[in-house]
Nanobody, 127 residues
């Protein structure tokens, strides 16, 4: 069973970029499709996220984040990244990564497809 750990969150200024990381303990992350989801204060976690396949040959983004979010992974480091550009206060949220071993050629963007979840890392965008 893979245990996911997110990191890289913090307080950033509007307009800045930020790179979040998702690593795994107890198992390698490499065979898993990985997705990122957000949870805004006072709301449920988003059902639709952005994902990358295990081979990184298919990446899909939620419409709301296209153009500003970039997902990548480094198998040698057992890590998946989420880079967010041009942050705005509306990006303030807790960011979760999730993993799915069953994904095929196309990773799912929907939260219900993912079995393993991290605890989240908080991102606050404020001047």
């Amino acid at each position: 069973q893979v245990q996911l750990v997110e990191s890289g969150g913090g307080l950033v200024q509007p307009g800045a970029s930020l790179r979040l990381s998702c690593t795994a303990s107890g198992s390698t992350l490499n065979p898993y499709a990985v997705a990122w989801f957000r949870q805004f204060a006072g709301k449920e976690r988003e059902r639709e996220g952005s994902c990358i396949t295990s081979k990184a040959d298919f990446i899909d983004y939620a419409d709301s984040v296209k153009g500003r979010f970039t997902i990548s992974r480094d198998h040698s480091k057992n890590i998946v990244y989420l880079e967010i550009d041009n942050l705005t206060p509306e990006d303030t949220a807790t960011y979760f990564c999730a993993a799915d071993l069953r994904a095929g050629e196309r990773c799912p963007r929907w939260a219900r497809a993912y079995d393993y979840w991290g605890q989240g890392t908080e991102v606050t965008v404020s001047s």
